[in-house]
Structure formats: C-alpha cells, structure tokens
C-alpha cells in the first residue's frame, strides 16, 4: 500500500516548507500513478520550483523533488538508485517475483520504483537510503539465485518489441484515445484515466478531454505501454487514424 491521500497531501506541504525554510532540496516518494496526481496538485498551489522522477526516462513510479529557486532540478539530486540483478539465462523472473523478494525484506513499498526484467538481468531503482541493505541482503528471487550490483553495469533491459496499432477514432481526446489502444468502450475508458491508472509523457492523466498528439507515451496500468505515432491522417469518412505502438 502506498501513501494515503490526505497523508500525501500533508507531506508535500511539509517538503515545501522545509524546502523555504533551510533553502535546501526536499524529496518524496517513490510515488504510484494515484499519488503523483494528489501530490502534483498540492505542489502546484505553492510558487516552488518541483520535478517528478523516477530514475530512468518514461518510469511510473515517481520521486517528487522540491528545490530552492537556485538549484536546478537535475537528475543526480534525486535520491534513487538503479540495481542491476543478474542471473541465469532462461529463467523467467518477472515483476510480481522482484517485488515479492524485495518486500520480504520488510522494505516499505514506497522505497521501491519501477522494476524492469529481462532475459538473464533485471534493473529495478530504490531509494539510497535503503540500497546498501538491499544490496547485501537479497541473493534470491523464488528459487533463483541472483547476483546484485549497484548502478547500470548492462543498461536498461530492452522490451522483446512491439505491436504496430492503426485505430480509426472519433476524436483525440484521451478517453478515444485509451478506449481504442485497450479495445474497450470509452465509459470503461474513462474510468481507467479517472482512477489514476493512465500516464501520458510519465504524468498521470487527469482530463478525459485532454488532447493526445504525435509523440506522446501513454502508459495504461495493467495493459502496456504506447508510443503514438500519429493523429493527423483522416479516413474517407472524415475519422482520425490512430497510429501507434504497443511495446512488448
């Protein structure tokens, strides 16, 4: 379980209070796609400067960063860490079997980002604070053995391709948008944005109505990750063609 609403609320506030008051960099999360919609709220009354980041381009999970008008919200003031787990080719570790490994541990979940598997390694962030412990502490995932090292030794793990998508839609909007990537209607469409469960360009989505243009990500929990191509080409009959991809 993540952070609760009205706790996330009180503990943005407080990283922006202390942020003013010592004039120094505060951090939150890691934050799912929920919370990063009820902090970027918060965050947002008060004239600070703030960035969300989950260790590695296009994540979900998020940390948000406040920091004084001096400093520039750069990647390396974050305070994330990618490991690297490396095990035996062919063996099939998958995301639910690193979480369930690292909450063994007695870690809290907010610690943990995004977790990405691969054939043969894994890379999943963390907040400093706790590395060290992770580092030295988990050697097993299941009944697979696994060989941890902090930093980015193999790069990211890479996605084994993707589904080329050509949708006829009605309109741009999110909620077209959504309802045609998930083959699904869009009151069920509409649903999904409004429980936090979609992102466009890693921010959770909010408006149903929000316009989606060539080159945006979208990421829909429980159903994949997008890449749209293009929304600028019309049918005979005067609908949108969708263009995009699933990545796999």
Not at 54 to 83: H, K, N, Q, T
Not at 169 to 192: M, Q, Y
Not at 216 to 223: A, Y
């Amino acid at each position: 379980m993540g952070f609760q609403t009205g706790f996330i609320q009180r503990r943005v506030e407080d990283a922006v209070r202390l942020c003013q008051k010592h004039d120094a960099c505060r951090f939150l999360g890691f934050l799912d796609s929920a919370e990063i919609i009820e902090a970027k709220r918060t965050v947002e009354k008060y004239k600070v400067k703030h960035r969300f980041f989950a260790g590695y381009p296009d994540g979900e999970r998020m940390v948000l960063g406040v920091f004084p008008d001096w400093c520039e919200p750069e990647d390396s003031l974050f305070p994330i860490s990618p490991i690297t787990a490396v095990f035996r080719k062919g063996e099939m570790l998958s995301h639910r079997d690193f979480l369930g490994a690292l909450m063994s541990l007695g870690i809290e979940r907010e610690t943990v980002g995004d977790i990405l598997p691969g054939d043969g390694f894994a890379v999943f962030f963390v907040l400093k604070d706790i590395s060290p412990f992770i580092l030295t502490q988990l050697d097993m995932v299941g009944k697979t053995g696994v060989k941890l090292s902090e930093g980015l030794p193999m790069g990211l793990p890479l996605g084994q391709g993707f589904l080329e998508i050509s949708k006829s839609i009605a309109s741009e909007r999110l909620d077209c948008v959504v309802a045609a990537l998930c083959n699904t209607g869009r009151s069920k469409a509409a649903e999904l944005i409004k429980t936090g469960l979609v992102s466009v360009n890693s921010l959770p989505a909010e408006k149903l109505t929000k316009q989606v243009s060539s080159g945006d990500k979208i990421s829909i929990r429980g159903k994949g990750k997008y890449l749209i191509q293009s929304v600028d080409d019309r049918s005979k009959r005067g609908r949108i063609i969708l263009k995009a991809r699933k990545y796999l």
